[in-house]
DNA sequence: TGCAATAGTGTGAAGTTGACACTAACATAA
DNA sequence: TTATGTTAGTGTCAACTTCACACTATTGCA
């Protein structure tokens, strides 16, 4: 056989939450700085899998929404070696946010994708790109409920389409909308949080699974 | 350097073109049937190009619309390596067709989406993704004029949505639609054709740009 | 008990979509 | 030259969808 060129194929991954009203991203640490999640794929594991994998690996997220989103392969995208990665991206619902009330160093942080560091390679294009692909999403399926926690108030939800889109929604229209999609059901119960009156709590009717609109 | 376990990254294009009122593969020879064109990309040469170029070696086609459909890495999909598949789809336009009047063995051969043989690894599922990914674009992209001739009618163009969407469109409705969208004008020539009403010819107002809709 | 804060609800106007049928212009053959 | 076959080209109305818009309800707390 002849020599082998080098080459790397790796996954990275954008995982997306929500947290204080803001669409957040969870990083790694970088030598430098910060990068995405990922790392390269082990000979017969499947893309899918390794993606996973490292995400679990490096920031102990796991059983989240994941989907692939573009495979990024310019000769120069890595000065040091001809990198090829498959991009993901995941969707980590509210209540499932590992705590990290002091995040230490050399821990993964999440960061706000309006206000992100540099980021390693090209991996600021990858999260661009996956932010556009998410919003464009929220247009024509039910992708935003992977972002909600088990129980969440239409008020909830509604404020997470606004955090992504990044513009305001008629509150009586949004609920019209999501209610005809028959895709989310009453559970009985309320949501008393604060001092104003109390929500109903709503739940997925096919939690894990995305259905596309119309 | 550890020894390095071998990996096969290619990229496979799916070429559409519309031929005799039928959506069309272009197919490469394999060693015992047909596969879709495309191999290795070599070290140094961005995806795209390699998408290029292989369509261009083993087809002859070149200058068409290329876009990246989805990376295919299960590791059982080539049973004899780990191959991982960067695909791709390619619009041909009409005008453009190699003329293969007498289609030799070891020559490319179109076939009709609907009649495809049995193709190597996963070949045939990369076809069904590209099928429904175009179809899908056609609602909400320009992206049907790929496939058009420089001039063209608005009937050809209405037989094209029809077949890629394997369902009739009300005449009158297509052409307000299209013509809403402001992207096709008249050349001010009449394509006389057949023994009936000559029709205008249109061009597209950009060519070779896809907008999006809405 | 009143104030602050969020939850929850309906209507009408504007715009979009979808169904539908006839006349126009040409080539060809009788 | 006329009749016939074939495709091109055109508008309206009803149904539906989208969008703008403001008030009452229920709670905690001061």
Redesign the interface.
């Known amino acids: 056989m002849p020599p082998?060129?080098?080459?790397a194929?790796t996954t990275d991954v954008v995982p997306f939450a929500i947290r204080a009203e803001r669409l957040e991203v969870l990083l790694a640490r970088h030598s430098t700085g910060w990068r995405l999640p990922g790392g390269p794929?082990e000979?017969?594991?499947?893309?899918d899998a390794a993606a996973r994998r490292y995400l679990m690996e490096q920031t102990g997220l796991r059983d989240v929404y994941l989907e692939?989103l573009?495979?990024f392969?310019?000769?120069d995208r890595d000065p040091g070696q001809?990198a090829?990665a498959?991009a993901y991206y995941a969707l980590v619902p509210a209540g499932s946010l590992p705590v990290d009330a002091a995040p230490a160093v050399d821990r993964p942080g999440w960061v706000g994708v309006d206000a992100l560091p540099a980021l390693a390679l090209d991996h600021g294009e990858i999260v661009a790109l996956a932010h556009r692909r998410l919003a464009a999403k929220l247009a024509y399926s039910t992708i935003a409920l992977q972002l909600m926690p088990e129980r969440f108030t239409l008020s909830e939800l509604q404020a997470v389409h606004e955090t992504i889109l990044g513009e305001p929604l008629d509150k009586r229209n949004f609920r019209k909308r999501i209610l005809a999609l028959d895709c989310i059901e009453m559970t009985g119960e309320m949501a008393r949080r604060g001092g104003h009156r109390p929500a109903r709590l709503y739940r997925a009717k096919r939690p894990g699974q995305v259905d596309f609109i119309k």
């Not at 082998?4 to 080459?7: G, I, Q, S, T």
């Not at 000979?43 to 893309?47: A, S, T, V």
């Open positions: 082998r060129a080098p080459l194929l794929i000979p017969g594991e499947d893309l692939q573009y495979t392969g310019q000769p001809r090829v498959v």
